[in-house]
């Protein structure tokens, strides 16, 4: 039974078959219902817009059944623990749950529980496998080869699983990672490159991954005001210049504190072909967990 809890879970060459998938998927449209007999479950535990409809349009474009449950509306709020409700689950015999939890741990918990395969679409701040992949599909989309390719990771960087996976991931696969945070952003326990400010980095590197502040991670308030924030770390235009940078945010994104609403409008800027690329990484995903091929 093959779970995905992070990147690590899939070889290269299983990851580079996931990225040639996503690319028929995408560019040749209409594939046939390869999951017409599987049953999904999604259980989101953490609010969701993108992750949550991309991999439910995911599995529906290949035929498979998903059924959503609500866990404000489950017996989750009668105290049932989550390990009760996902062997009660895997007693209906799914082909896969997808869950998103604040906690780090349980996605991992439920996979060694062995009862169905587990996808995590998102747990805490250690890993969200799926986004690295699609960016990974972005980043291979725009330039082709990404060896020597450098990315300068912008924002709440210590609280993002985001960062996490694109931090294991993308230096599979020959791309230079780089961290911009101020001080309480930056995480305590890493060999990357570190700096205090996008201008120094912005002429050597080719992409800006900018992050949101996590404010539902911080126990208390880490800046009083967003805005003081947004005079050092917002991609702007003045912060690109004409530069030939490319600029991706997994989302939800704050508007003028991340990025600016210039930028999020400028070409240059792949924050929507990163959710149009995003199902179709998880329909290539789901084929190779569900199909194993
Ligand atoms: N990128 C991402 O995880 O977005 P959602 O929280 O909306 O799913």
Redesign the pocket.
Known sequence: MQHLITTDDFSIEQINNILQNASKFKNYGNPPALLRDKLLFTLFF?????????FEVAAKKLGAAVVHLDPTKSSTAKGETIEDTFTNLGAMAPDGVII?HASNEIPQTLANMDMAPVIN??AGNYA?PT?ALLDLFTLQEHFGSLEGKRVAIVGDIANSR?ASSAISLLPRFGVEVSLVAPAPFMPADTKLAKYGTIEDIIDEVDVIMSLRAQLERHKTPIFENYETYASHYCITQQTLGNRDIIIMH???VMRNIDISDEVLADRRCKVLTQVTN?VFVRMAVLKMLLLDS
């Not at 953490?46 to 991309?54: G, P």
């Open positions: 953490e609010n969701s817009t993108r992750t949550r409809s991309s998103r679409a998102g969200h986004q985001v997994p989302g939800p995003g």
